[in-house]
């Protein structure tokens, strides 16, 4: 009930919404970040790791359109089966909201973009062979919109290396984080979402 919640939150229209859901969700994965490293335990022991069959909407659509608002709700999109954990159900949904839908743009977008890396964050190491589906996911968009992949994987590079960026979830890595991300939702969206 209270992961249904924080996904519709996520997925919410509503700025300040989406933030606070993006605030809860950085603080579940950083806790169990923290969890795996101390030794806290197997993946499988963690209900937030527990992964299950989900049928989720591709990013990569007949006839190479990504430009629909709700790309779940196209009748063109590819329907996939993935197995995903609650955390990697929420690492979609962000990842989703950051490159394919509308954005308000402005203060407003810049605040999620900074939310969304503190979440991230933890949550690419803890869901690293679902960051790693979603990346290569990206890439087959960006190459049905034109053959642009190549600016993807440049852009993924740059975000988990970038600046420094190592594996710890502290101040100063947080800061590195949300300067790549937000230089890697400024590349990847123009290509993605160019008509």
């Given at each position: 009930?209270?992961?249904?919640?924080?996904?519709?939150?996520?997925?919410?229209?509503?700025?300040?919404?989406?933030?606070?859901?993006?605030?809860?969700?950085?603080?579940?994965?950083?806790a169990e970040l923290r969890k795996q490293k101390s030794?806290?335990?197997?993946?499988?022991d963690s209900p937030l790791l527990v992964q299950t069959t989900q049928t989720v909407a591709s990013f990569?659509?007949?006839?190479g359109s990504t430009s629909a608002d709700n790309i779940n709700d196209r009748p063109n999109a590819l329907m996939v089966?993935?197995?995903?954990?609650?955390?990697?159900?929420c690492l979609r949904i962000v990842w989703k909201r950051l490159l394919f839908v509308d954005a308000?743009?402005?203060?407003?977008?810049?605040?999620?973009?900074d939310e969304a890396a503190d979440a991230l964050l933890p949550l690419l190491q803890i869901e690293n062979a679902c960051f790693m589906s979603l990346g290569e996911e990206t890439f087959e968009a960006a190459e049905k919109k034109g053959g642009r992949g190549v600016v993807v994987r440049e852009a993924l590079g740059q975000l988990t290396t970038a600046r420094g960026l190592n594996a710890e979830v502290d101040r100063m890595n947080k800061r590195r984080f949300r300067r790549n991300l937000g230089e890697f939702?400024?590349?990847?969206?123009?290509?993605?979402?160019?008509?």
């Open positions: 009930m209270i992961l249904s919640t924080l996904e519709f939150g996520l997925d919410n229209d509503d700025e300040n919404v989406c933030r606070e859901s993006l605030i809860a969700l950085g603080a579940l994965a950083a030794g806290g335990g197997s993946p499988t990569i659509v007949e006839g089966q993935l197995p995903l954990s609650p955390l990697g159900k308000s743009g402005g203060e407003k977008n810049s605040a999620i973009v939702v400024e590349r990847v969206r123009a290509v993605v979402r160019s008509n």
